[in-house]
């Protein structure tokens, strides 16, 4: 549901009813994710995805029919050999989807408004919904902070409000989305109830060092990408905002004293653009001892080979430097500024979901990869 947090937040700020799918357990070959949602409000105005299309007209029917009678309810959607026709995924996947309603005077609404202020704010939260159980408890909902405090909860033991709470804490941490399983009284034993966690997590950071014409492209790629997208560089006359008007941030500062004063995490991408041994050298040093995602340094396959010379004068491991991909994106033949920031980014998408990279023509490897977390220190570099 939280994908969709901007939309449905206007819709809460309109007072209007609506009821909302959300993908809580996929298998095989399908195309969302747990998390992933579709909401249809009182008028039949639909927003969101839960598969892709192929479920998409029998999950909308169930999303009027929760409008209308206030209940929640958990449906598979799977492909059927004996009836091709029968509603599925012809992709040969299984999803598990909860449809929930939230109505004016429903239990759940004031805590689903909170949750999707939260997401929609671009502030850390953790959304936990029971998905199977009693009746009486499916589609309860908890809003889960950073620091332990939530809104809501279950009613059915105070216990179980307690474990889930702590247990959305660690998928929040984790920046982790799915469920978990827990006794009604919070212990491990006793009647199961299935619970969806879903984290909302401010977008993960891409800082561009070097205001270049390939910069330019690849901020555009990143915001396209829901990356925060800084711009870094030592010139102040590169560095402006009519150069780069969809940057998030623009930092005039050298790069290296800007990366040790920001916030990174394991989520990061850094892309390293100057072409400047004096820029890149104390950079690079810095950026392949942090747990980042991903680092790119351009330059041909010579300046790469002397910016690893250089790296080794400064005390930079064979290790550490066996982080460092290069040269920086896919093969792509890229030669413009936008095909180069297409073979970033696409570089970036396959570290970060564990793809191979190779065309899916004639490949065997699966389509949709299971990576739960992204990677941390894969690094790389642009001819």
């Known amino acids: ?3 969709i947090a901007e939309e449905l937040n206007r819709w809460v700020e309109q007072g209007r009813d609506f009821a909302v799918a ?3 357990a996929v298998g095989g070959s399908a195309p969302r994710r747990p998390g992933a949602a579709l909401a249809v409000d009182a008028d039949g105005t639909a927003i969101g995805s839960v598969s892709g299309g192929c479920v998409e007209g029998a999950v909308y029917e169930l999303c009027q029919q929760a409008l209308q009678d206030g209940e929640s309810v958990l449906e598979r959607f799977g492909y059927s050999d004996d009836d091709a026709f029968a509603v599925g995924l012809t992709c040969g996947g299984v999803i598990d989807i909860l449809v929930m309603p939230v109505r004016a005077g429903d239990r759940v609404r004031p805590v689903v408004t909170a949750a999707l202020d939260v997401a929609s704010g671009g502030r850390a939260a953790a959304l936990a919904r029971i998905v199977s159980g ?6 309860r909902a908890m809003l889960v902070r950073p620091e332990g405090s939530y809104d809501g909860g279950f009613g059915a033991h105070p216990e179980l409000d307690r474990t889930v709470a702590a247990e959305a804490g660690a998928f929040l941490d984790a920046g982790r989305t799915g469920t978990l399983e827990i006794g009604e009284q919070g212990s491990r034993c006793g009647a199961p109830l299935t619970v969806l966690v879903e984290s909302s ?4 950071r891409m800082i561009v060092f070097g205001a270049i014409d390939f910069a330019s492209a ?10 925060h997208v800084t711009v870094c560089d030592a010139r102040p006359v590169f560095a402006t905002r009519a150069r780069f008007p969809e940057a998030d941030e623009i930092v005039v500062e050298w790069p290296h004293r800007y990366l040790e004063r920001t916030e990174v995490d394991a989520r990061t991408v850094l892309c390293v653009l100057t072409h400047d041994a004096k820029f890149d050298v104390p950079l690079l040093k810095l950026a392949l001892r942090l747990p980042l995602a991903y680092v790119g340094a351009m330059g041909s396959r010579r300046t790469h080979l002397d910016r690893n ?6 005390g930079v491991s064979e290790l550490e430097l066996a ?7 896919l093969d792509l033949g890229a030669r413009t500024p936008e095909e180069t920031a297409l073979s970033i980014a696409a570089e970036i998408v396959a570290d970060r979901r564990g793809g191979s990279g190779v065309s899916l023509t004639g490949a065997h490897t699966p389509i949709h990869h299971d990576v739960t977390s992204a990677p941390a220190g894969r690094i790389g570099s642009v001819a």
């Open 1 to 3: 549901m939280l994908d």
């Open 22 to 24: 959300t993908v809580v």
């Open 134 to 139: 009693p009746a009486e408890l499916v589609g």
């Open 201 to 204: 997590v401010p977008p993960p």
């Open 218 to 227: 690849l901020v555009r790629v990143g915001k396209f990408l829901d990356y």
């Open 309 to 314: 010379e250089r790296l080794r004068e400064v």
């Open 323 to 329: 982080r460092l991909r290069s040269p920086i994106g």
